[in-house]
């Protein structure tokens, strides 16, 4: 019988040990460098919640790092969610511990009281900006509180207790007096408790599945009879009207498994999705069997508008079939809104049409309402009259179409927009919204003009801008454009006549602060870009820098180009007290994206007038250990969106090499001694270059994917399967090629990391597999950490083990060794030196066959034969 090495693959990972050998399981948490733990302790700036009518902000200081202990408490991964089952939370909803009140335009601030310890979160304003309605975690439930606007008082709704597992369980009625809440059921008795003996076996069949579906799917799914219990006890909710004047609490029909809970703009109907049985075992809980109806507000059923079957079907990067994603109109009193697929749900199928899109006011009659050429991907009405922007994506060409409809009218519409959505310097920016008097939302309009709001992607880096759009002509003009030297951007409208706007600024030496802009004057000549509208500004708020140090950290941006001439950019950090002209030991982060346009994949998205604020396992730490970082290191993947990862290892390769050939030629970067690191995708990126190439000392791969074996029904945005372009995923796959992984690397990973194709067997894998092969490795599991690290214990250790990794192995590492002669043949000797180029770097072949890919495994060839 022949075996391939797909089929070892397979076997490897099904039979290995299912935990590689730890070293130092017991050591505990490594503390970071003072410096660091400095930084760590520092302050976030606040979040903002601008009210509706803009006479207020809600600042929320979120808890930065929670401890491990709350990380360590119970928690159910149940049907794509994880909660706590002691207070029926999901998992992180609540992140602030700190809220005061500003007010605009005096600038007055408003502390409000809390419990202590609080954990608060889901902050919602009325449409009349007089009351917040917000979440309050303690250990036994989720609470609701209210929060008055004009005295500061917040105060706790009793009989309450909100259950947010399948969505926001706080929604304001069209009085904006009242809310549309999500309770747990006041007598649903104690959680289903697992028999001592399994009821029998776990039983799954498939019956000729027509189209894969993604590896993404596969997210925290229900595992037996008991899970599928469990789920159905958390995710079950009592809908409630709150009366947020008297408190009282008054229950609309009957609890149920409710995943959609939104009120008309009538203020009279409700629109409620029911989650029903059968459950999957296979699939997460939005593709689940669920009932579409309307009640009304005393929870009486008007219409069942659909129901849906199981979706274990849907296409990689496809939808559902038959009706999906319904919501309410928010400029009609109650019409209801859905889409159906054309193309069997497959965005990659060759039709004429992919969706349609319908309408139906509640007791009338279904219309379709428009088609759409690619896939749907959103309406946005304007606040009066039937206009609205209708917006679809090509996902095979990367482009995005935007039109402006009339529906009192007949006709296509009038295309504003149609681009490639990987451009960034071309990119209108997205419309402002404006908050109607019955609470629902539609798109600002202004004198028969809409405003859009961008970042403003230059190659000097972000200006975020303003601008007015003419709906009748297409004619846009810019408002309001930061300033070259500094970062602001616009956060929302202060009065009714869109003549005053809150914006937060921020320069590399100055705290992000908040001040109001007033628009004055046309501005006579105008340069291309820039405002044709004069603004004048104030501060209102005046928070000072909680990290000082870091403004000894110098940021510069660089631009330059690869090999095959994409322009290419990283942002360098460089040591306190740097000396121009020293060259450092070095580190590249990195993470590679996808492009169809060379054009695209080239321009500059870092923000270099950004505050520099260090946050979480940040490579940035490292320049406070003495090292130059190239962050944000441009990593473009540049071709066809089905084939662009045929020439993944070639491109990165380019990529690589035209960043740390620039960080040489300026002087800062030492050849001889650079790192490279990425977290997820990045990861995968890292161990791949250490496989092909010699460019680098040691790697830090973080909570990524090795064994493409193990996802094989696509990774990242590769939509082919593993069995229909299986030479690139076993390419691909670094644990595959272990044996010439022979670079120090560090390998990190969350120990219940919730991302289906970053499992954490995926890190423990490859770590076995380097060193089965004799190479150097060190894993390490973070506990009760999944895709990305919370808590102060995990994110200081990875911090402190990267800097340790890099100090042992790039810092001290030396110049390396000179290239033995032939005579000698050490397995090194077959590698090219630093600066040079694989020989498939320089010019990328064609995307087919790569040579790495044979379906024997080879036992003695040379290691980069396969990077031919």
């Not at 070892?8 to 040990?17: C, D, E, G, S, V």
């Not at 597992?165 to 009625?173: F, K, T």
């Not at 001592?196 to 590896?215: D, F, H, L, Q």
């Not at 001040?515 to 509208?533: N, W, Y």
Request: charged letters at 25%; zero cysteines; proline letters at 9%.
């Amino acid at each position: 019988m022949k075996i391939t090495l797909f089929a070892l693959a397979l076997f490897a990972a099904a039979a290995a040990p299912s935990s590689p050998a730890r070293t130092d399981a017991s050591a505990g948490y490594l503390r970071a460098p003072e410096e660091v733990r400095a930084v760590l302790d520092a302050p976030l700036p606040p979040a903002v919640f601008v009210n509706p009518v803009g006479d207020r902000v809600l600042l929320a200081r979120s808890l930065r790092y929670p401890p491990i202990a709350e990380l360590a408490e119970p928690l159910l991964k149940l049907a794509g969610v994880r909660l706590h089952p002691h207070n029926n939370a999901r998992q992180g909803d609540g992140d602030f511990v700190e809220v005061s009140l500003q007010r605009l335009p005096d600038g007055h601030a408003q502390p409000v009281s809390l419990p202590a310890d609080a954990r608060v979160g889901s902050f919602r304003w009325n449409a009349a900006g007089t009351k917040v309605a917000f979440l309050h975690e303690t250990p036994t439930a989720v609470e609701l509180w209210v929060l008055d606007a004009k005295t500061g008082k917040a105060r706790r709704i009793p009989r309450v207790r909100l259950n947010p597992v399948l969505g926001d369980p706080i929604v304001w009625l069209a009085d904006q007096d009242a809310l549309l809440v999500r309770l747990v059921p006041r007598k649903r008795g104690a959680p289903p408790v697992p028999r001592r003996a399994p009821p029998g076996p776990r039983i799954e069949e498939s019956k000729g599945v027509g189209k894969a579906s993604s590896t993404y799917e596969a997210r925290d799914l229900l595992r037996s009879p008991h899970d599928a219990d469990l789920f159905e006890y958390y995710a079950s909710s009592q809908l409630a009207i709150v009366d947020v004047r008297s408190g009282s609490v008054r229950p609309i029909g009957a609890p149920g498994i409710i995943d959609v809970a939104a009120p008309a703009p009538d203020g009279r109907h409700l629109l409620v999705q029911r989650i029903t049985r059968p459950f999957s075992f296979t699939r997460p809980y939005y593709r689940f069997p669920a009932t579409v109806e309307v009640w009304d507000t005393r929870g009486k059923l008007v219409e069942r508008v659909a129901e849906l079957p199981l979706a274990d079907q849907v296409p990689i990067q496809g939808v559902r079939t038959g009706p999906r994603d319904h919501h309410w109109r928010s400029t009609a009193p109650a019409t209801l809104v859905w889409t159906e697929a054309l193309d069997g749900g497959d965005t990659f199928k060759k039709v004429p049409e992919h969706d349609r899109v319908l309408v139906k006011p509640i007791g009338g009659t279904a219309r379709e309402l428009l088609r759409t050429k690619q896939r749907f991907a959103g309406v946005q009405w304007i606040e009066t009259g039937s206009r609205a922007l209708v917006t679809e994506i090509d996902q095979d060409k990367h482009r995005v179409t935007t039109r402006f409809v009339d529906f009192d009218t007949a006709g296509p519409g009038r295309v504003l927009w149609d681009r490639n959505y990987d451009d960034a310097y071309g990119d209108p920016g997205n419309p402002i919204y404006r908050t109607l008097p019955n609470g629902a939302r539609a798109v600002r309009e202004r004198n028969g003009s809409i405003f859009l709001a961008g970042a403003g992607a230059t190659p000097g880096g972000s200006r975020p801008f303003l601008d007015r759009i003419e709906l009748a002509t297409g004619k846009t003009q810019r408002l309001f454009r930061s300033d070259p030297d500094a970062l602001e951007y616009f956060l929302g409208f202060t009065d009714a006549a869109a003549t005053t706007f809150l914006t937060r600024r921020e320069t590399p030496t100055e705290p992000p602060n908040l001040f109001q802009r007033t628009l004055q004057g046309p501005i006579a000549k105008a340069a291309a870009g820039e405002p044709v509208i004069a603004s004048s500004s104030r501060s209102i708020t005046a928070f000072t820098d909680p990290t000082p140090q870091l403004r000894k950290v110098t940021k510069k941006l660089v631009t330059y180009k690869r090999k095959d001439g994409v322009p290419l950019s990283f942002t360098l950090y460089l040591p306190p007290d740097y000396k121009e002209g020293t060259r450092l030991p070095t580190v590249v982060w990195a993470y590679p994206l996808d492009y169809t346009d060379p054009s695209a994949a080239g321009q500059v998205r870092a923000r270099p007038q950004e505050f520099t604020t260090i946050v979480g396992a940040s490579p940035v730490f490292l320049a406070l250990a003495g090292y130059a970082v190239l962050d944000g290191v441009a990593m473009p993947v540049v071709g066809p969106a089905e084939t662009a990862y045929d020439t993944f290892v070639e491109q990165i390769t380019m990529n690589a090499t035209a960043a740390i050939d620039k960080a040489v030629e300026l002087g800062v970067a030492d050849r001889d001694r650079i790192g490279v690191m990425g977290h997820s995708h990045g990861a995968l990126m890292t161990a791949n270059l250490l496989v092909w190439t010699d460019l680098f000392r040691a790697g830090v791969a973080r909570s990524g994917a090795y064994n493409h074996t193990l996802r094989p029904f696509g990774f990242q945005n590769e939509r082919r399967t593993l069995y229909s372009a299986r030479t690139n995923y076993l390419r691909l796959s670094p644990l595959l090629h272990a044996d010439k992984l022979d670079e120090p690397l560090l390998i990190i990973h969350g120990e219940i990391d919730a991302n289906p194709g970053t499992t954490p067997q995926q890190s423990e894998k490859l770590f076995e597999a380097v060193r089965g092969v004799g190479g150097t490795a060190r894993l390490v599991m973070l506990p009760h950490e999944s895709h990305g690290y919370q808590a102060r214990e995990s994110t200081e250790h990875a911090i402190a083990e990267t800097i340790a990794w890099f100090d042992r192995h790039v810092k001290e590492a030396g110049p390396r060794p000179k290239k033995p002669t032939p005579a000698t043949k050490p397995k090194a000797a077959t590698k090219p030196k630093a600066a040079t180029k694989p020989k498939a770097a320089t010019k990328p072949k064609p995307a087919t066959k790569p040579k790495a890919a044979t379906s024997r495994p080879r036992t003695s060839a040379p290691k980069r034969a396969a990077s031919r």
